[in-house]
T-cell receptor, first 115, second 112 residues
Framework: EAGVAQSPRYKIIEKRQSVAFWCNPI?????LYWYQQILGQGPKLLIQ????????DSQLPKDRFSAERLKGVDSTLKIQPAKLEDSAVYLC?????????????FGPGTRLTVL | AQSVTQLDSHVSVSEGTPVLLRCNYS??????LFWYVQHPNKGLQLLLK??????LVKGINGFEAEFKKSETSFHLTKPSAHMSDAAEYFC??????????FGSGTKLNVKP
């Protein structure tokens, strides 16, 4: 079975520029997560979708970050404008719902460097 | 509120010796607990999970963890380290609202 796909794998931008990341979850996984992993820290949840609805976005900096999952499948995370402190790896994960919702499957991540 | 504390940021062992990675948690509810491993340039992979069944949980690659409610701990162990175990390990707690909280990670170094 194909895993979680993310693109691009690496991105370098200057501060105040915009950037977008794409995630395609495992087929049939209703739940999709975006995490931010700053160097030396554990992943922090930014937003969680179930199908195309937002379950939790309490830690998403909404003044600059946005995310959508319009058709309940793939998702896009955008940062506009970027700040230096946004440099991190952005991880996408997906899971089933119900009794199997415990197991998250992670993509390889997108490493963002903001100069 | 939920939180996870990984007591060691770095652990170094010799190949063939036991591994102990420590994790303490706080949770308002009966938690679900997980260990994930992250190899360089690879995605996070689930090692094992505890979801209120047996307190001793066996995972992949010979790892296991024991849930101790009285100590609020969920330490990860392996009897004999292998070079391929070198990676970063994350302890994770899930609350009753299906929100996951990651620890800050422990980097395991295995010396030949």
């Amino acid at each position: 079975e194909a895993g979680v796909a993310q693109s691009p794998r690496y991105k370098i931008i200057e501060k105040r520029q915009s950037v977008a990341f794409w995630c395609n979850p495992i087929s049939g996984h209703a739940t999709l997560y975006w995490y931010q992993q700053i160097l030396g820290q554990g992943p922090k949840l930014l937003i969680q979708f179930q199908n195309n609805g937002v379950v939790d976005d309490s830690q998403l900096p909404k003044d600059r970050f946005s995310a959508e999952r319009l058709k309940g499948v793939d998702s896009t995370l955008k940062i506009q404008p970027a700040k230096l402190e946004d440099s991190a790896v952005y991880l996408c994960a997906s899971s089933l719902v119900g009794s199997e919702s415990d197991t998250q499957y992670f993509g390889p991540g997108t490493r963002l460097t903001v100069l | 509120a939920q939180s996870v504390t990984q007591l060691d940021s770095h652990v170094s062992v010799s190949e063939g010796t036991p591994v102990l990675l420590r994790c303490n948690y706080s949770s308002s509810y009966s938690p679900s607990l997980f260990w994930y491993v992250q190899h360089p340039n690879k995605g996070l992979q689930l090692l094992l999970k505890y979801t209120s069944a047996a307190t001793l949980v066996k995972g992949i690659n010979g790892f296991e963890a024991e849930f101790k409610k009285s100590e609020t701990s969920f330490h990860l162990t392996k009897p004999s380290a292998h070079m391929s175990d070198a990676a970063e390990y994350f302890c994770v707690v899930k609350n009753n609202f299906n929100k996951f909280y990651f620890g800050s990670g422990t980097k395991l170094n295995v010396k030949p």
